[in-house]
């Protein structure tokens, strides 16, 4: 005799169908929503950089040498200013009478005045011209130049009777033009800077740099190298 055949077990039911059961964590697809999301960000990271280095990707071979040079020239200055700290501070700790620090304090003090604007300054370095003939430079363009060549090295500063210092500005003029400290600035505006000649024009001519901004405004510049610029003007303690 057989035994009947018995009936599978199920859950109890309610008028809405049986009763669901509860889902078990999964693991893998755990996983894989963490790969996707790293793999996602590298792309992104990636993105990113191809997009800060396009210009140099489509620059010739004349303008990578030239932002090479552009960049031992600064590895150098930076090189030249830890040797004199070096030596200023081997001075210091040799001097015995407080010979050494009263000069280091006098050349400080002559070189804050010169970088603070108070003191008028000599050395080599560019002549900037920029032509604007239509007008439709603004003061964010000037400011652009002015930056550009602060981050190339620029020591000394001046733009028309302007001397630049921390708080220089530049402004539009509601007649026109361009106003630095309050002062209307003439066309063509001139920049008269003291740095290493090489290093300021290899930076102002760059791509995607200044000279060709001013190109793509209707504008034009010209750089020229001296070996000794005076800046004559001054601002106010």
Known sequence: MTEP??????????????????RRFDRGRLLIGVLCAVLGFAVTAEVRSNDRTTKFA???????????????????????????????????????QGQTAVED???????????????????PGIQFTIDDPRGRLRAEDLLDALEELRDAGAEVIQVDDVRVGVSTYFADAASGGVVADGRILT?????????????????????????????NSGARGSVAQEQRIVIRAIRSP
Request: aromatic share 2%.
């Open 5 to 22: 055949e018995e009936s599978p077990v199920h859950g109890p039911e309610t008028d809405a169908g049986p009763a669901r059961r509860p």
């Open 58 to 96: 489509t620059a010739r071979q004349d303008e990578l040498v030239g932002i090479l040079g552009d960049l031992s020239q600064r590895s150098e200055r930076l090189r030249g200013d830890i040797r004199d700290l070096e030596n200023t501070k081997s001075g210091l700790e040799r001097d015995t």
């Open 105 to 123: 304090a006098r050349r400080r003090a002559a070189t804050y005045g010169m970088l603070a604007g108070t003191l008028p300054a000599a050395g």
């Open 187 to 215: 066309r063509p505006y001139r920049f008269l800077v003291i740095g290493d000649p090489h290093t300021l024009v290899t930076a102002l001519g760059i791509p995607g740099g200044v000279l060709q901004t001013l190109r």
